[in-house]
């Protein structure tokens, strides 16, 4: 089974989105975590040690990520998907372009 994480600002909107509906399928096991101090679910070392594939929604994301979890990251795949922090949570736009974003790596 493949273990993927998403990583978002504040792990309000779009990162949860993608646990809920990636969560569904049954060959994937998702979580999601916010890369910012007052995140609802913030970022841990154990969360990316247990991750397969680590998708982070902005460029700045992957920024953070490098900064604060620099140790943790070693051989780990990282993937930044370029979704701005435009939509609601599980907003359909929203979810069309996660679900063909992540296509490739699911």
């Known amino acids: 089974m493949k273990n993927l994480l998403f990583i978002c600002s504040m792990n309000r909107l779009r990162s949860p989105t993608a ?3 990636f969560s569904e ?12 101090r ?5 970022l841990s070392a154990d969360q990316i040690e247990a ?11 992957l920024r953070k990520l490098n900064e604060k979890y620099r140790k943790y990251l070693k051989g780990k795949r990282i993937i930044t998907l370029n979704i701005p922090d435009n939509y609601p949570y599980m907003d ?15």
């Not at 979810?95 to 063909?100: A, C, G």
């Open 19 to 21: 646990e809920t509906i």
């Open 25 to 36: 399928l049954h060959h994937i096991s998702v979580d999601s975590a916010g890369i910012n």
């Open 38 to 42: 007052s995140a609802e679910v913030i």
């Open 51 to 61: 991750a397969d594939l680590i998708l982070v929604m902005e460029k700045m994301h």
């Open 92 to 106: 359909p736009t929203l979810i069309t372009i996660l679900q063909k974003k992540c296509q490739p790596y699911l």
